[in-house]
């Protein structure tokens, strides 16, 4: 099905900003909903934002919302997350995913997930 490559990640020191890329494949990528998620060693793979196909609808979760946007670039089948003012607890591997169901944060939901890439922040 669709493909995804994660790409961006490194090491930021805290108050920073990073973009991470969300490469895809698939030539329908316009009409598929794309998702990042983070995880850390020994806690729960967390939601972090979602945005339509069209790029017109976006979600974030509420720890992050102000803080991150969620952006897509149809034309290169890629969507971005930017990332600002970055804390150490942000550290940990960022994941993205595919979704064809509107409104969800559920992990379980996204059936295409890329490899991540790992954001690491220093005090």
């Known amino acids: 099905q669709v493909q995804l490559v994660e790409s961006g990640g490194g090491l930021v020191q805290a108050g920073g900003s990073l973009r991470l890329s969300c490469a895809a494949s698939?030539?329908?990528?316009?009409?598929?909903?794309v998702g990042w998620f983070r995880q850390t060693p020994g806690k729960e793979r967390e939601f972090l934002a979602v945005i339509s196909g069209g790029g017109v609808r976006t979600d974030y979760a509420d720890s992050v919302k102000g803080r991150f946007i969620i952006s897509r670039d149809n034309a290169k089948n890629t969507v971005y997350l930017e990332i600002n003012t970055l804390k150490p607890e942000d550290t940990a591997v960022y994941y993205c995913?595919?979704?064809?169901?509107?409104?969800?944060?559920?992990?379980?939901?996204?059936?295409?997930w890329g490899q991540g890439t790992r954001v690491t922040v220093s005090p």
């Open positions: 698939g030539r329908a990528f316009s009409h598929i909903g």
């Open positions: 995913a595919s979704t064809i169901i509107w409104g969800t944060r559920a992990s379980t939901d996204f059936t295409s």
